[in-house]
Each structure stands twice: as structure tokens, then as C-alpha cells.
């Protein structure tokens, strides 16, 4: 559990330099009670994000398999190309919420993947 944590520290900071990702209200459904966003592009500017990202993979060597393995399924490097992460919902529940991610993604990669996706189904 303790390496999920640090990887999604490292995961949610460790970007190139793109643009900056704020909080896009537009996106957030009408009826969302609670809200939390991380924009990425501004923790990268942070001196805690590359020190957190070297120390879990000393500590963690296993780690970058990880990043390569989100790399190779979506067409995205996380430690490059995440750029936020916006949670909301009507409640906080594991089985309930919506996460928006901002990244510079492979789509036609991610629509193959989907298509072989159990129950898949495309709507207008």
C-alpha cells in the first residue's frame, strides 16, 4: 500500500513542461458536491515532486515498470505528459465519483484498448 501512496505522489507530479492544467469549472457536472483538483503542471515546479520521484525509485526499484506499463497502454508517459487530475461527485464513495485526466494521450490507442473492453458500447 505504502508504494501506491508514493507512486501517486510521484505519479501525480513528475510531468514535462507543458501548459498548466487549472480547474476547468465548465467540465464539473451541475449537480457535484465535492470537488478536488491537482494541477500537475504546477507541482512539477515544486523541489518536493523530483526528490519524492528519486526516493521511490531507490527505495522502489519496480517503480518505473509501473510508469512504462501506464506508458505502453495509453500512449502516455506519466512522468512527461499528465498534466491534471480533477475528482468530483455527488457523494464520496469508492463505487461513485468521476476523475477527468488531463494528458497528452495516445486516442486511437485508447479507443482500440476500449473496443476489447468487456461490455464495451459506443453512444453518440
Do not use: N
Amino acid at each position: 500500500m505504502r508504494i501506491r501512496a508514493c507512486l501517486a505522489i510521484v505519479l501525480l507530479g513528475w510531468a514535462a513542461t507543458t501548459q498548466a492544467a487549472p480547474v476547468e469549472f465548465q467540465e464539473i457536472p451541475a449537480g457535484a458536491k465535492w470537488l478536488a483538483h491537482v494541477d500537475v503542471d504546477a507541482m512539477r515546479d515544486t523541489t518536493l515532486v523530483p526528490r519524492a520521484y528519486h526516493q521511490v525509485v531507490q527505495e522502489h526499484p519496480e517503480a518505473e515498470r509501473h510508469f512504462e506499463k501506464v506508458r505502453e497502454i495509453s500512449g502516455m508517459d506519466p512522468r512527461q505528459g499528465l498534466h491534471s487530475l480533477t475528482f468530483c461527485g455527488t457523494k464520496i464513495s469508492e463505487e461513485q465519483g468521476i476523475l477527468i485526466v488531463k494528458g497528452d494521450f495516445d486516442q486511437a490507442r485508447l479507443e482500440e484498448k476500449a473496443k476489447d473492453a468487456p461490455d464495451h458500447e459506443v453512444a453518440a
